[in-house]
């Protein structure tokens, strides 16, 4: 079992950026992926990123390619999405992820672990 807690959202101007943090429980998150996911006002949640057990293979979408950067320490059990550049779209609600397989994966439903969400608010 592992439970995820995002924190690090906030309000922020256009081109500023942000550093959503995902602290996981459980020694066995060293050995999943995780993935990071939004949902705005109205839309539906949307893939982020994803990285693989050992940070080797990572996923991004194309919105946020070149402007986010996903990490994760194992030794801390903490997985980072760094934003920078932001824009008035990446207005959202940031979820993070966790899947009991060490490939990194970009579609919702191979999750199964999930965060209660952070909010990113970006003001132009």
């Known amino acids: 079992q592992v439970q995820l807690v995002e924190s690090g959202g906030g309000l922020v101007q256009a081109g500023g950026s942000l550093r959503l943090s995902c602290a996981a429980s459980?020694?066995?998150?060293?050995?999943?992926?995780m993935g990071w996911f939004r949902q705005a006002p109205g839309k539906e949640r949307e893939f982020v990123s994803s990285?693989?057990?050992?940070?080797?293979?990572?996923y991004y979408a194309d919105s946020v390619k070149g402007r986010f950067t996903i990490s994760r320490d194992n030794a801390k059990n903490t997985g980072y999405l760094q934003m920078n550049s932001l824009g008035p779209e990446d207005t959202a609600v940031y979820y993070c992820?966790?899947?009991?397989?060490?490939?990194?994966?970009?579609?919702?439903?191979?999750?199964?672990?999930w965060g209660q969400g952070t909010q990113v608010t970006v003001s132009s």
């Open positions: 990285i693989s057990w050992n940070g080797d293979i990572m």
């Open positions: 992820a966790a899947r009991e397989e060490s490939r990194a994966a970009t579609l919702e439903r191979r999750y199964g672990y």
């Open positions: 459980g020694r066995t998150f060293r050995s999943y992926a």
